[in-house]
């Protein structure tokens, strides 16, 4: 496998990491002779996993996050077909009723943190008028339905539903637009986060700004028509790309802000 091992090697560390844990599970999944499989992973997460993967012949393997629409993705590896009617061993849809339509993605994500939950077992979440529902791994089901019960002052019970309702649902976003003179990193972030785009470039050296999913950001980069930027405190935007100019030659940009 020289040809993975230059791949790899070539990956940046946080990369190379992932990559060698994906190995590891494939690797589990072909020793024992069983179907083994990730935590949740970030898109840029699952695509190093896939490449990683498609190394070998003779391992099968499925990448899903149950909805179609999925941003958080898990990779189920076996040296055998992978039928969809084993996912329900791998992976649970839950389900809670809410009475305050304010109630927003953190809020739930940071609830469920809080009980003592590691991210990575935790896959998306959304909100669909009265509801909330949450993709999780299996093995987490039990404990979310027992111990999780408020969110912030908010009384919610979540029950295990089939995973075929999650089909359909998908992440919500509102659109909303800037005027920008450039669409470098530094501009942009500077303009969401309503500050100078000095503080803006420390804002990015300090790790407050990931860019699809990845804390390596080069501020002086050019983003493009559905790139992800992550400000931490202040919201998370996929762009959706330049719709004009305005009368000084800006650029006039939508972006959609997840909610």
């Not at 998306?124 to 979310?144: N, R, W």
């Not at 050019?222 to 000084?248: F, N, P, Q, T, W």
Request: hydrophobic residues 35%; glycine residues 6%; charged residues 30%.
């Amino acid at each position: 496998m020289k040809n993975l091992e230059l791949y790899i090697k070539g990956l940046k560390e946080d990369d190379r990491h992932i990559a060698r844990r994906i190995l590891d599970i494939r690797d589990g999944a072909q020793n024992n002779f069983m179907i083994n499989d990730s935590d949740f992973l970030y898109p840029n997460e699952a695509r190093i996993g896939e490449s990683v993967l498609n190394y070998f012949s003779d391992t099968s393997y499925l990448i899903t996050g149950i909805s179609k629409n999925a941003e958080r993705k898990a990779i189920i590896v076996a040296p055998c077909e992978i039928y969809d009617e084993i996912l329900k061993d791998f992976f649970t849809l839950l389900r809670g009723r809410i009475c305050d339509v304010n109630i927003t993605h953190r809020d739930i994500l940071g609830a469920l943190v809080s009980t003592g939950i590691n991210r990575n077992k935790i896959g998306d979440i959304y909100i669909t008028g009265e509801y909330v529902y949450v993709i999780a791994k299996k093995e987490i089901e039990k404990h979310i339905v027992h111990n999780f019960k408020r969110i912030k002052n908010i009384s919610i019970d979540f029950e295990s539903v089939e995973l075929e309702e999650a089909e359909n649902l998908s992440l919500n976003f509102e659109k909303t637009r800037i005027i920008t003179s450039s669409m470098r990193v530094d501009n942009i972030v500077s303009n969401l986060g309503n500050m100078s785009r000095g503080k803006a470039q420390e804002f990015i050296k300090s790790g407050n700004v990931k860019l699809n999913w990845s804390n390596d950001v080069n501020r002086n980069r050019l983003l493009e028509e559905g790139d992800v930027l992550s400000l931490r405190g202040k919201g998370k935007y996929k762009i959706s790309g330049a719709i004009g100019h305005s009368k000084k030659g800006n650029i006039v940009l939508e972006l959609e802000k997840y909610v």
